[in-house]
């Protein structure tokens, strides 16, 4: 019996995502990642006496934007406050953050796991300030002759999506942080890059008894940043707690790190050691209200969410599949809309899409956006097929020229000769020259065993080089071979 | 007249009629710190180069025949908590003992774009925390009526410098009476402007829902001039207002016939020096002659305002605090094991005992379990500190009542004792809690020390006080005199 059939899981994550705008959240510093260190900082976010923080209208902006993609309500007034705490990465020594009063509360997110729909509730979502890089000489700060701290990153902005725990299994986790994710790219609200840190999970997790009501008691496991460590921390996290149950003995609430390389969760402290960090009201800021114009301004700038776009992706006739591949990268299905515009048929595109064009951007190691070939030459491409100006197969071959050269295919096909021979007029003496040289085939063909075409057709296009129409030259062998 | 006696609107008319270069009136100035400072210590910087190099740009301006403002030349000195570009600022702390700031606060700004002339920072109590500048990381500041005496705090150096003559305006800061109590124990004038007037940018803080810049000075119309040119909208403080700046100096030279004087008898209460009193009881008499209406009136919730002042000042101030940790900049102790402890012995060791006192109870107020009963109540209390002085309002244009209960007490008389020192703001922590503007006027002396009285005003509404000051001002002599340091010379 596995552990899922004896216990079930309850599960809740804290999402941190960074905003995606040009200048931090209190100063004019740039947010840019990988400057050299220590000079994306000012008297502001370094924490120099007497310097005050400014909020950045920007970051309550992307803030709305993303409660609104998240289905929440917006605080007419909502404020910040302080979280007190000493770390070396936190020039202030605090973080100015939301705390009984954030911008957004009360949202959900719909997933889809094997047809089912399911919301999970967003609790909450609250700005605040990122801190600092610590770079030590050893492995940890404690285990370190010296540390040095890289302010570049203290003071972007964060936004923490706290959920309800309404997630019960691993697939639902793992869908509900890939929409997640997908709406914030959507919205442009991060870019959600897990290699640089700018989103990161807080997973809580618990069991109980099958048809218990009471939730057990949870660890939190921090600072998680790819979808697979949240799977495998999750598994690690159900085994471990099921083994304790088990043996009748309690797990105890705690926060834990998930150790990357040996697979394990670690303890960083229990309950009793849990901070207090005396959070009280922002004195150098004033509360943020937030009028319904300001909120409906915002609105306005909301583009299509993954959802809905999967949904129209379906009405073009899309399969579930089809669509949720294409959606499941906004520059994906931003390529797919765009080839749309100038080629209808939307089932043959995703064919494409998925298919060749994947596996050539792919096998060149480039993303969407860098891609040599773009949505209207595919849909160019695409076009001149349907047309029956080259084959399907001749297709291919372009397509790859395309992602070589970056050409357009009518230029590719002109200049390679690769044109489809439909002229009946050419394909008559080819075919002719076809049966004279096949009696055999003739022969089986005229007895009956119709088949026997195939090879013939197969003939003429191996005599053209490919080029042949083959419906015509079908066409023309029947013709032919019924005439004698 | 000394030179060194006169008003701002006097030095500006002896410069633009170059009777005297900015640059004389400066070594003028710098002579007199020279002379007498050793005594009063009121400067922990004398800033010599940049005076005297500032001076010569005005007198280029003055020779070119160019307009100079009401404050250009005119040379003055700032509370060591105002952060100055490239000049040390120390907030009086071992903490920031070689800390140059890579920026100027913006009130500082201001000035220096106003053309005045830097002569050095002042001595304070450690971040701004005490009443009688004794608190200071470095020596005490002594008061110049009497040098066995305290010259308040925590902007005792601002205060002592503009009473010894040794600057013609100072700024200071006030989180809970830090520039009136001095300015009432050294007998000049000073103003805690409106919460949000001037920005407190660059204003090392100490509890920043309480602290404002004001300006000190010897007259009424000195310190009006100088709050124009500090006051205003700052956007790189989210508490400065948007308002539109007025001219004070209208507020001068008017009667006051009809204006209507609350007198709320709460700060009448036991505490207050006999001696104050009848001081007190003369001023509002003079008033009265003047034509002012003068009526007893209550501010029910007086009581509760030094236990919440000492609540979310000190709240706010072990938050403020917290970036003194030895990693960016500041005093770094030596031989520390590991982080934790590069923290506690840098804190420990560059903290004075009050610093430590107030951050050790502003932690507490804040912590789990207290936050609801401390913070939170003494937040509530606040709000009803605010009623108070709105519904005094709907009765009264200003306030008064006595700056601080008792005159310059001795060097060493209370500082073993923090309660009684906390007690010396009794009349000025309410002030600050509701935000609105305050000023200090010398109102009379008790056995030769001076006297202040407190007015008190409606938000923005410094011009009021101005009024009833200046009246009052020139009805008597009380700020004509000068201690026996200055008449005589230093001992």
Known sequence: MSILDRYEMVCGVETHVELATKTKIFCNCSTEFGGEQNTHVCPVCMALPGALPVLNRDVVNLAIKAGLALNCEIAEFSKFDRKNYFYPDSPKNYQISQFDLPICKSGWVEIEIEGEKKKIGITRAHMEDDAGKLVHSGETISTSNESSVDYNRTGVPLLEIVSEPDMRSIPEVLAFLEELVKIMQYTEVSDCRMEQGSVRFDINVSLRPRGQKEFGTRTESKNLNSFSSVRRCLEYEISRQAELLDDGEEVIQETLTWDEGRGITLSLRSKEEAHDYRYFPEPDLPPLIIDREWVENVRKTLPELPAARRERLKSLDLSDYDAGVITSDKALSDFFDEALKGYTDAKNLANWIMGEYTRLLNAQGLSVEESPVKPLQLAALLGLIDKGAISGKIGKAVIEEMFASGKDPDVIIQEKGLAQISDEGALLKIVDDVIAKNPQSVEDYKAGKKQAIGFLVGQTMKATKGQANPGVVNNLLRERLDQQ | ?491
């Open chain 2, 1 to 491: 007249m000394e030179i060194t006696s006169q008003s701002i609107g006097e030095l500006h008319e002896l410069l633009v009629t170059k009777r005297i270069s900015a640059v004389e009136l400066a070594q003028t100035m710098l002579q007199r710190i020279k002379h007498i400072d050793p005594e009063v210590q009121a400067f922990l910087q004398v800033t010599e180069d940049v005076a005297l190099g500032r001076a010569a740009q005005v007198d280029e301006k003055i020779a070119r025949g160019e307009e100079i403002g009401a404050l250009e030349g005119i040379p003055m000195a700032l509370k060591d908590n105002l952060c100055t570009e490239g000049i040390r600022t120390t907030c009086s702390s071992k903490m920031l003992e070689n800390f140059v700031p890579p920026y100027s606060a913006t009130a500082v700004e201001k000035l220096k774009s106003a053309g005045a002339i830097l002569l050095g920072k002042l001595n304070m109590d450690e971040f701004a925390m005490g009443s009688s500048t004794e608190n200071s990381g470095f020596f005490a500041t002594h008061n110049p009526w009497d040098l066995e005496r305290v010259p308040g705090g925590s902007s005792g150096g601002s205060a002592a410098a503009v009473a010894a003559e040794e600057a013609v305006y100072t700024l200071g800061s006030d989180t809970g009476g830090s520039i009136r109590q001095p300015s009432s124990f050294c007998g000049v004038v000073g103003l805690k402007p409106t919460y949000g007037a001037v920005s407190r940018y660059g204003l090392i803080a100490y509890a920043s829902s309480l602290d404002q810049i004001g300006p000190i000075t010897k007259t009424v119309e000195d310190n009006a001039r100088v709050l124009r040119e500090i006051v205003g909208h700052d956007h790189r403080d989210s508490t400065s207002v948007p308002f539109e700046i007025p001219n004070y100096a209208e507020f001068l030279n008017k009667d006051i016939k009809g204006l209507r004087i609350g007198v709320p008898k709460e700060y009448f209460a036991k505490g207050l020096d006999e001696g104050v009193k009848t001081v007190l009881h003369e001023a509002l008499a003079t008033l009265e002659g003047l034509g002012a209406i003068v009526e007893e009136c209550s501010l029910p919730h007086t009581e509760y305002a030094m236990p919440a002042y000492y609540l979310i000042a000190t709240a706010e101030a072990s938050s403020n605090l917290a970036r003194y940790d030895g990693v960016r900049y500041g005093y770094r102790a030596e031989n520390t094991e590991d982080v934790l402890s590069l923290f506690k012995k840098t804190r420990s060791e560059a903290f004075g005992s009050e610093v430590k006192a107030r951050i050790m109870l502003g932690t507490y107020a804040l912590s789990a379990g207290y936050y609801d009963a401390y913070y939170l109540k003494a937040q509530k209390v606040r709000t009803l500190i605010q009623n108070d002085f709105n519904q005094a309002f709907d009765r009264f244009d200003v306030l008064l009542s006595p700056t601080a209960p008792t005159t310059a007490f001795k060097i060493g008389e209370k500082s073993g004792d923090p309660l009684t020192m906390y007690l010396s703001d009794v009349c000025t922590v309410p002030i600050n809690l509701a935000g609105i503007p305050s000023l200090s006027l010398p109102a009379g002396f008790v056995d030769g020390m001076p006297v202040g009285m407190q007015l008190m005003g409606r938000p923005f509404a410094e011009g009021t006080l101005y009024r009833v000051a200046h009246a009052f001002e020139q009805n008597t002599d009380f700020h004509t005199r000068k201690p026996s340091l200055i008449k005589g010379g230093a001992r």
